[in-house]
């Protein structure tokens, strides 16, 4: 699974910016072991320089940094940049509401330092999978334990068909073509109920928990649904290396 | 009983006692005698011409002593009437009764008289009552004569009070037997063809009509002897009524009237002032008793309504004025022919005025003494009735008392203005629809003008910045609201003024001594400082937490591809402990000072994400983590935060603790107690349990233990962030070791309702 990004995707231009060294060079290494290319920034000002003179496929931003910071970069790419990169914004804040508060402001994904190297890894190919997909439909698809069948709408896990209602194939579905992206629960029950007002609140929480059980996503079976409070869920694989 | 319903009390009573006085005074002689006072007062105003076709033919002393002594021969009157025919008068009525044949045989020339005449009438009266036990007497003129004259009418006189006043026309003797006009409304006749008086065809027989009397001596009277013996001209007498009657003072047939111009009036003069009084249409009618009794109290109670608003000055004016208005109105209607007797009224009005008065002043005496006794009472001010004991009576007294309590009040007012004034902060006392009644300066200078008048919700207007204004008002508009309860505490709201500072807004109800809600009084208090503080501490805690993880993190990242796996795991594992140990001790601190705030939270869920959080560990220490919801799917109101990091410190504690290879179960489940529900966590492991020393304390905030074996090590802070979330979340955290080994920790959580969430 390690270097599945640069053999779906072909290399990449990744900017990195954070003012602790260790943490870029530590990126950088990740990002350049999945095939891409890393350019590192010590501060907000050096990144938004770069940004109008080159082009960059993802972003990967530390919150606090001097000269400008990440909440304030995203701002600047907005207003500034024709057509902005991705952005992955990284830092130490782990309460709920920094994390809805950055992934309301623009950012795509949010990774909580010090994260796992695999987990940033299939963070950061799951958000280039996204800007470069074809779109291809496949009938059928296979996420490691589980296949799943977008004909009969059935899920295979080692062999043995789970029973799944509609909406939890399509929940699931969901989850795996989105795998380690971050998903916000307006843009589930968008996608799977087609509303999100009529909807109770814990109708959509009440769905993932069976999908979660009845599929056992665990990080046994190389997968788990992580909760972003206040936002919404991530489907993650686990790499058990 | 307060002044109000006591004032009403009596001045109910002093109502009906005057009206039942009014009844009374309306059957009572003495007000008859009053009311003919004054009758003969106003009526001598407006006498009555004499009717000038009236002649009266007097039997008087110069004819008695002519003609002879009483009573004459009948061939006296007869001659008379010979010499009267040629005149041709109207109508004579002869008012003599001659009710025995006489022996001298002129009865017979007195018939043949009579029956010559064309139009003569004769008088009949009745005795009542009779004698004999009847009820009455009729004495009529002789068979022979009353056949020969037109027709008989009676001639009672109304006796009811010494003076003649009144006359009936029509005479009743027993009720129904009878009616019998009077002589003088048969003579009123011969003119009509025959037709009734408007004042004997309107009221029933037996009325009695008030005879306005003209100037005594104004008829044209001509003595018997005169019209017998001379040759009196025609002109005299052609076309008049002739009344013959006795005006001699010692034939007694002379009776005291109205304003008797200086003597008895006789019976003829009587009745040819009732005959002129018919052909006017000039008699009297007495109001009926109803309406009198109703027109007699009416004053009254109108007096008595004008008393309720009128100053005691006033109600002695207006009392006068209906004095005056009776009497004029007594006379106007009189002007019309009606009496209404003012006596009843006059008397009404005479007790109401010092009644009223007299049981005000005792009402307000009492009252005042009352209420001067209360405040004396209540401590609040220096003794007060016994201050002036020089004052000459009770009500100076009281009065004297009552000025020194409103002194002691004035004073007051100004004892609490000075200390509103001297308040530190800004204050305002608002009635019960919020307008300020009173305010210290600061709420002037807050504002930037004057405050008078001004409802609070338009102070909150000026201060208040746009994003809490709804808030405010909300605030303000729950005060009514929580007035019935006066222990309600009112609470407080947080607001940031427009210029920056920030503010709490506390209310406190005003009360009345009769538990009546008054109004309210506002504090504003000026918490900029401490505001300024609560951030300032917010971002120090910020800082720290960012500052104490961003070198883990380094470290962290910086292990990459160095050292051997073993220790760069090892070193690994204690950097993230010593982040999760800054990261609880920063939210412990933040906790302490911040509201509780939860989200609707799937439990199961939460503990789901936190058992694949620490996946890593358990996996590098090869334990199994197995959750099961056998709550079926219950919600908890969370910080997700803070209780994923409680649960993560569970699990964790859990799986430091087990064995290698071996399983740690979670169950959430639900236990109802009652109508609440609450939902457990509860972890097992299988390690060796917790040693019965540390139990009893094993989630107090730092308690360190330095024995290997003991279960707590390195969980000091980290179990008592656990119990700070618990209880902070309405729940409890308690732990307890298995019969066959291991240790549960059981988390409890109240389940929030599917309505709570919303």
């Known amino acids: 699974m390690a270097l599945q990004g640069s053999e779906v995707l072909g290399f990449m231009r990744v900017a990195i910016a954070d003012d602790e060294i260790d943490v870029t060079q530590f990126l950088a290494k990740i990002v350049e072991e999945q095939g891409h290319v890393a350019a590192t920034f010590s501060d907000g000002q050096m990144l938004t320089q770069a940004l109008v003179r080159d082009t960059f496929d993802l972003v990967i931003l530390d919150w606090m940094m001097p000269g400008k910071d990440g909440l304030a970069t995203i701002k600047w790419m907005d207003e500034t940049l024709t057509e902005a990169p991705p952005v992955i914004m990284m830092t130490n804040r782990t309460a709920k509401q920094d994390i809805s508060d950055a992934l309301n402001a623009g950012a795509d994904d949010y990774i909580t330092k010090p994260e796992d190297r695999n987990v940033i890894a299939a963070r950061i190919n799951a958000i280039l999978r996204r800007t470069s997909s074809s779109g291809a439909f496949e009938t059928k698809a296979t996420y490691g334990k589980y296949e799943l069948d977008r004909i009969d709408q059935t899920v295979t896990m080692d062999g043995k068909t789970v029973s799944l209602t509609a909406k939890e194939f399509e929940l699931a579905d969901l989850f795996f073509r989105n795998r380690d992206r971050t998903l916000s629960r307006n843009y589930i029950m968008e996608t799977i109920w087609r509303t999100t007002v009529s909807l109770a609140t814990r109708t959509l929480d009440m769905h993932i928990s069976r999908v979660r059980s009845k599929l056992d996503l665990t990080p046994d079976n190389g997968f788990r649904i992580f909760t972003v409070f206040g936002y919404g869920y991530r489907l993650e694989t686990i790499d058990k290396g | ?758």
């Open chain 2, 1 to 758: 009983m307060s002044l109000r319903l006591r004032l009403a009390v009596e001045w109910l009573l002093i109502g009906g006692i005057a009206s039942l006085l009014v009844i009374f005074a309306l059957n009572w002689r003495g007000i008859d005698d009053f009311d003919n006072i004054i009758y003969d007062q106003i009526a001598s105003f407006g006498r009555p011409d004499a009717d000038p076709d009236i002649l009266i033919v007097a039997i008087d002393d110069r004819s008695l002593s002519e003609i002879g002594k009483w009573p004459w021969p009948r061939n006296i009157h007869a001659e008379l009437f010979e010499k009267l025919k040629p005149a041709n008068p109207n109508s004579v009525a002869l008012d003599v009764i001659i009710s025995e044949p006489s022996a001298d045989g002129g009865d017979e020339l007195l018939t043949d008289a009579i029956a010559n005449m064309p139009s003569i009438f004769l008088p009949l009266h009745f005795i009542t009552p009779g004698s004999d036990g009847r009820d009455y007497d009729t004495q009529l003129p002789i068979e022979k004569l009353r056949q020969a004259a037109t027709a008989t009418g009676h001639v009672n006189l109304s006796d009811r009070d010494d003076v003649i006043r009144r006359a009936s026309l029509c005479f009743d003797p027993q009720n129904g037997s009878g009616k019998w006009p009077h002589l003088m409304e048969l003579i009123y006749r011969t003119r009509t063809k025959g037709k009734a008086s408007r004042a004997f065809a309107d009221s029933k027989c037996g009325s009695e009509f008030i005879v306005p009397y003209a100037k005594r001596g104004s008829f044209a009277t001509i003595s018997y002897t005169d019209l017998v013996s001379t040759n009196v001209p025609p002109d005299l007498i052609r076309n008049k009524d002739v009344i013959i009657g006795a005006t001699a003072t010692g034939l007694g047939d002379s009776h005291p009237v109205p304003f008797a111009d200086g003597g008895l009036m006789p019976g003829a003069e009587i009745m040819a002032n009732m005959l002129s009084a018919l052909k006017s249409d000039g008699f009297i009618r007495p109001l009926g008793e109803p309406i009198t009794l109703v027109m007699s109290i009416l004053p009254i109670w109108l007096l008595l309504f004008a008393f309720l608003r009128f100053s005691p000055k006033r109600a002695l004016l207006s009392s006068i004025a209906f004095i005056l208005v009776i009497l004029v109105s007594s006379a106007v209607a009189l002007n019309y022919g009606i009496w209404f007797p003012p006596g009843a009224a006059l008397a009404g009005i005479f007790i109401i005025y010092p009644l009223w008065g007299w049981r005000r002043l005792q009402a307000v005496s009492d009252f005042m003494d009352r209420e001067l006794s209360n405040i004396d009472a209540s401590g609040d001010m220096a003794p007060l009735l016994h201050k002036e004991p020089r004052a000459n009576d009770i009500v100076g007294r009281q009065s004297a008392a009552l000025g020194s309590a409103i002194d002691h009040i004035r004073d007051l007012r100004r004892f609490v203005s000075d200390v509103l004034s001297d308040l530190p902060d800004p204050m305002a006392v608002v009635d019960r629809k919020g307008t300020i009644i009173l305010s210290n300066n600061l709420v002037e200078e807050r504002i930037g003008g004057k405050v008078d008048g001004m409802n609070i919700t338009e102070i909150a207007d000026i201060i208040v910045t746009p994003a809490h204004h709804a808030a405010v008002l909300d605030y303000i508009d729950a005060a009514d609201a929580n007035s019935a309860d006066t222990e309600d505490e009112n609470g407080f709201i947080r607001f940031n003024a427009q210029e920056g500072s920030t503010f709490v807004m506390r209310r406190s109800p005003v009360i009345s001594d009769k538990e009546r809600h008054l109004g309210d009084i506002y504090y504003l208090t000026d918490i900029s400082a401490l505001a300024e503080a609560e951030t300032q501490r917010e971002e120090v805690l910020q800082l720290l937490s960012h500052d104490m993880r961003a070198p883990q993190s380094a470290i962290i990242a910086s292990l990459e591809g160095k050292l051997d796996t073993a220790a760069r795991k090892r070193i690994e594992r204690n950097a993230r402990r010593t982040m999760r140990l800054a990261q609880d001790f920063v939210d412990m601190a933040r906790m302490a000072e911040t509201e509780f705030a939860g989200d609707d939270i799937l439990l199961a869920d939460l503990v789901r994400d936190v058992a694949d959080n620490l996946w890593p560990l358990a996996e590098e220490r090869q334990v199994k983590i197995h959750v099961e919801d056998r709550s079926n799917s219950g919600f908890v109101l969370a910080e997700p935060d803070a209780l994923s990091r409680a649960i993560s410190n569970l699990i964790d504690n859990a799986i430091k603790f087990s064995p290698e290879g071996s399983n740690i179960d979670i169950a959430i489940r639900r236990i109802e107690i009652g109508r609440q529900c609450d939902l457990t966590v509860t972890i097992s492991d299988n390690g060796s349990g917790i040693s019965e020393e540390i139990l009893p304390r094993l989630f107090s905030r730092f308690s360190t233990d330095d024995n290997e074996k003991r279960r707590a090590k390195g969980a000091g802070l980290g179990l008592a962030y656990v119990e700070t979330v618990a209880v902070r979340h309405g729940g409890s955290i308690r732990a307890e070791n298995r019969k066959n080994g291991g240790a549960d920790f059981i988390l409890m959580l109240p389940e929030a309702s599917e309505e709570t969430a919303d």
